[in-house]
């Protein structure tokens, strides 16, 4: 880590945007040890292994089968760095020309914020199943990353077997490829519910419902990945995921005003609130009820039938 770069880097932001994102990426990545991928032998066929077998077994629950992205990393967390700043910049184009009254320092502010937030999910990403939203392209273009160094070392501090760990993290993402395969719209659906929340950002306003429709639509993406998780992992997770939240919880004061900045509590609500919701609804229904949310846009539950999984499943009928 050099805090000395980092601080440099953002100090000389420049151009005509809110957001130096060269400087931003500079200052991440010089303030976060990279990590080792080091593999020991047979660890990256563990890895390809893992995403096989998860694919085949969510595809098995699932009741369809998929395929997994053409693009699989181990990477360390300057690659993960790397790989989401191009997400993040497409995102913020919007309001990237709102600058205020004076551009200047808006701009190093601004770019010191995202430099020490995309240090911060370097840090702490463990996988990534990534759509590319915001730029158009087929799922098979898709990614799928493995932060190794975080892997290692959340395993080390759990005090959890690695290769279990690694292979549960696994399981999770590909669950998220298998959303997408089954609901080819998803994409589009959430980038446009982003889009429109975004764009009113710019204009100095909040689209309520925009977010709203887009905090229920990821509900929906986190729980049934939970419920998909749960029956196809074919090993214990009861203590990992325990162990997991109660690491979350035990996070110092900064880390947890991070994890607010960032959203990261609500991504937690997120995966409790779906994964009750489809609990429900398999309980009642079936798995192949559940997967009836991605049938069509207009399948998926309101923010409101989340908390009555009764409700939406009178008014689909799956």
Do not use: C
């Amino acid at each position: 880590m050099n805090l000395y770069r980092s601080a440099r880097a953002v100090a000389g932001a420049s151009g005509e945007h809110a957001i130096d994102w060269q400087a931003a990426t500079e200052a991440a990545k010089a303030s976060t040890d990279p990590g080792s991928i080091s593999l020991e032998p047979g660890e990256r066929e563990a890895y390809a292994d893992d995403a096989r077998d998860a694919r085949d077994g969510v595809g098995a629950v699932a009741g369809f089968e998929f395929e997994l992205p053409n693009t699989i990393e181990i990477q360390n967390r300057h690659h993960w760095i790397d790989a989401n700043v191009e997400t993040f910049e497409r995102v913020m184009a919007p309001i990237e020309s709102h600058t205020g009254v004076f551009p200047g320092v808006a701009r190093t502010i601004n770019t010191g914020t995202m430099g020490v937030l995309l240090a911060f999910l370097g840090r702490n990403v463990l996988g990534q199943y990534d759509p590319l939203l915001l730029a158009d392209t087929p799922a098979e273009d898709h990614a799928l990353y493995f932060v190794r160094p975080n892997i290692l070392n959340a395993a080390e501090m759990l005090d959890v077997d690695y290769d279990r760990f690694r292979r549960w993290i696994a399981f999770h993402e590909v669950t998220h490829a298998a959303e997408f395969a089954a609901a080819p719209w998803l994409s589009t659906h959430l980038e446009n519910r982003m889009q429109d929340g975004i764009d009113t950002l710019a204009e100095g306003s909040f689209d309520r419902g925009a977010f709203r429709d887009l905090d229920a639509a990821m509900t929906v993406v986190e729980g049934y990945a939970e419920l998909l998780m749960d029956h196809a992992f074919d090993d214990e997770y009861e203590d990992l995921r325990r162990k997991l939240d109660a690491r979350r919880q035990g996070r110092g004061p900064l880390q947890q005003l991070f994890r607010r900045l960032l959203g990261l509590g609500l991504k937690r609500r997120q995966y409790e609130r779906g994964k009750a919701f489809f609990e429900h609804v398999a309980s009642a229904r079936g798995l192949e009820a559940a997967g009836a949310v991605w049938k069509h846009p207009d399948n998926l539950p309101t923010h409101d039938e989340l908390d009555a999984p009764g409700v939406w499943l009178q008014r689909v009928d799956p």
